[in-house]
């Protein structure tokens, strides 16, 4: 009897493994099957026009214990094609640096793209084509808790900037984020 039963437990042992490995596999399948390069089949995406001004920086904190780093999202440079948000973010120290980046989030497939960085008020090329992932949230992910928490309705973009913004004022469910 003791021996039918540690067969009968190595068995189901052994069809948990094998069922684990194939989640993994099937979740290795998607992870690969990501099309990084989907924007350059599309039309060229313009950057924004000028640098963003102060007044229409909307500050967010993509995590409650940043002290060193703030950052905001240009109310005026938030568009829309299909499933991606295009948006510009500025990120500044409490030592006076900052960054412009003008970057691309596709809601579908949660990835991120950076087109533009700022510098001497004239938008530059990033030369970097690849779409990667979001990644999940952690400290300082700025992508990840503007696509969760505003810019994305699900898996398609949210098209209505001032949903957005109220979305991103509501401190109410911060910690999920």
């Known amino acids: 009897?003791?021996?039918?039963?540690?067969?009968?437990?190595?068995?189901?042992?052994?069809?948990?493994?094998?069922?684990?490995?194939?989640?993994?596999?099937?979740?290795?399948?998607?992870?690969?099957?990501?099309?990084?390069?989907?924007?350059?089949?599309?039309?060229?995406?313009?950057?924004?026009?000028?640098?963003?001004?102060?007044?229409?920086?909307?500050?967010?904190?993509?995590?409650?214990?940043?002290?060193?780093?703030?950052?905001?999202?240009?109310?005026?440079?938030?568009?829309?094609?299909?499933?991606?948000?295009?948006?510009?973010?500025?990120?500044?120290s409490n030592e006076g640096a900052q960054q412009t980046l003008f970057v691309g989030l596709d809601c579908r497939q949660f990835l991120k793209h950076t087109y533009a960085r700022l510098e001497n008020n004239v938008w530059q090329d990033v030369n970097d084509p690849e779409w990667k992932p979001v990644g999940n949230l952690g400290y300082n992910n700025y992508p990840a808790y503007l696509g969760r928490k505003g810019l994305c309705a699900g898996d398609s973009a949210n098209s209505n900037v001032k949903d957005i913004l109220l979305r991103l004022q509501d401190k109410r469910n911060d910690y999920a984020y």
């Open 1 to 92: 009897m003791l021996k039918k039963c540690k067969f009968i437990l190595l068995f189901i042992g052994a069809f948990l493994c094998l069922a684990q490995c194939n989640a993994q596999l099937r979740t290795l399948e998607d992870i690969l099957g990501i099309d990084k390069n989907q924007e350059s089949r599309a039309e060229k995406v313009a950057f924004p026009k000028s640098p963003p001004q102060e007044k229409d920086l909307f500050q967010f904190s993509p995590s409650g214990n940043t002290k060193t780093l703030e950052f905001f999202i240009d109310e005026k440079n938030i568009s829309f094609t299909q499933d991606i948000v295009h948006y510009v973010v500025v990120i500044k």
